[in-house]
């Protein structure tokens, strides 16, 4: 598989399966993945940078945190991450400052209502070739 995101059925979910060479490709991909699973999503207009920080129990956690925490963005301030710079990405703590940008809705496309970032099927794990990601997204 290449590097990125693959969407794939879940019952009546969306599965998201990620590949990357980093930690930090990973959660690129991922979101990009979940805003996907969303629609089509541009961004236009003013950036700004929020600091996220996650404390949790192994990298398949502090993942669905970070993507949970981006859903409830684009819920609640129709925002998007355009850019994410991790500091930390350990087994027990993520810390990264992501760019956020204004959803434009004259170019955007919405498919999906996702509800969720489940925790079943959640893992992300190392490989030979870098890491791998799957979660499951309830729309």
Not at 99 to 107: M, N
């Amino acid at each position: 598989m290449a590097r990125g995101f693959q969407l794939f059925d879940h019952t009546a979910d969306i599965g998201v399966r990620v590949t990357a060479d980093t930690l930090t490709e990973l959660l690129r991909a991922a979101g990009e993945g979940l805003y996907t699973v969303i629609g089509r999503l541009e961004a236009e207009g003013d950036r700004r940078e929020v600091e996220l920080d996650f404390s949790a129990d192994g990298w398949a956690l502090l993942l669905r945190d970070y993507l949970a925490e981006l859903l409830s963005i684009v819920d609640r301030d129709q925002r998007i991450a355009t850019g994410v710079d991790v500091t930390v990405f350990a087994e027990r703590r993520l810390h990264a400052t992501v760019q956020l940008a204004p959803v434009c809705a004259e170019w955007s496309a919405y498919d999906h209502e996702v509800k969720a970032i489940t925790y079943h099927e959640l893992e992300v794990r190392r490989t030979e070739r870098g890491y791998e990601a799957t979660f499951i997204v309830d729309v």
